[in-house]
């Protein structure tokens, strides 16, 4: 067990609804992570939180959002879903920036 | 264009078996981490390394920032290696990973 809890573990859900994941990172770990696992793209880093601010933007589409709030757990948005944003989608925390990172178990989402 | 090649993308091994997994960037990196996925699907970090040389029990991960390579080694490897392993590296702020190699480890 690392530490990082994600809700819900699965989603189902269909084309152009939205849908929110959450994220709680370690105790004391400031840096939150969101990665995209999807099967025709592999792992894309998405957006790193430190602190509630954010910090780096990946490859993470407008259509997506996240924030980091002051208990430090984290969101991601997802909205206007399309077939190709099912994925695994996992967050990561570490004590600072770019540290070693925990993993949190995934959001399977799947949309129909 | 893939800033991270792994290699190979699939290896069999048998039980007891010293293993080789590669990685090559094509960047100039500011750390590179192994990561582990069990067939589950949850990920482990294994390594974040900049330079030299870690060791964690049976496994070992190297880097040479000049060539722009890393390895990762596992000695004496059991069935419960069996698992993905995944190449990562930081490159200012951004976060690239490799495609994964599938290693099945047979008693």
């Known amino acids: 067990d690392s530490g990082v809890t994600q809700t819900p573990k699965h989603l189902i859900t269909a084309t152009g609804q939205r849908v929110t994941l959450r994220c709680s990172p370690r105790?004391?770990?400031?840096?939150v992570y969101w990665y995209q696992q999807s099967l025709d793209q592999g792992l894309q880093f998405l957006i790193h939180?430190?602190?509630?601010?954010?910090?780096a933007k990946g490859n993470i589409l407008e259509r997506f959002s996240a924030q980091q709030f002051p208990d430090l757990h984290s969101e991601l948005n997802l909205s206007s879903l399309e077939l190709g944003d099912s994925a695994l989608y996992f967050c990561?925390?570490?004590?600072?920036?770019?540290?070693?990172?925990?993993f949190g178990p995934g959001t399977r989402l799947l949309v129909l | 264009k893939n800033e991270v090649e792994q290699s190979p993308q699939n290896l069999t091994a048998q039980e007891g078996e010293f293993i080789t997994i590669n990685c090559s960037y094509s960047?100039?990196?500011?750390?590179l981490h192994w990561l582990q996925q069990h067939p589950g699907g949850g990920i482990v970090s294994l390594f974040m390394?900049?330079?030299g040389k870690k060791k964690h029990g049976r496994l070992i991960a190297t880097i040479n920032i000049q060539e722009k390579h890393s390895s990762l080694h596992i000695t004496a490897s059991h069935p419960r290696d069996s698992a993905v392993y995944i190449c990562?590296?930081?490159?200012?702020?951004?976060?690239?990973f490799g495609t994964g190699t599938s290693l099945t480890v047979i008693p």
């Open positions: 990562a590296v930081r490159w200012g702020n951004q976060f690239y």
């Open positions: 990561a925390s570490s004590v600072a920036g770019w540290k070693t990172q925990y």
């Open positions: 960047v100039g990196i500011s750390a």
């Open positions: 390394l900049s330079s």
């Open positions: 939180y430190y602190n509630g601010e954010e910090r």
């Open positions: 105790s004391g770990d400031l840096s």
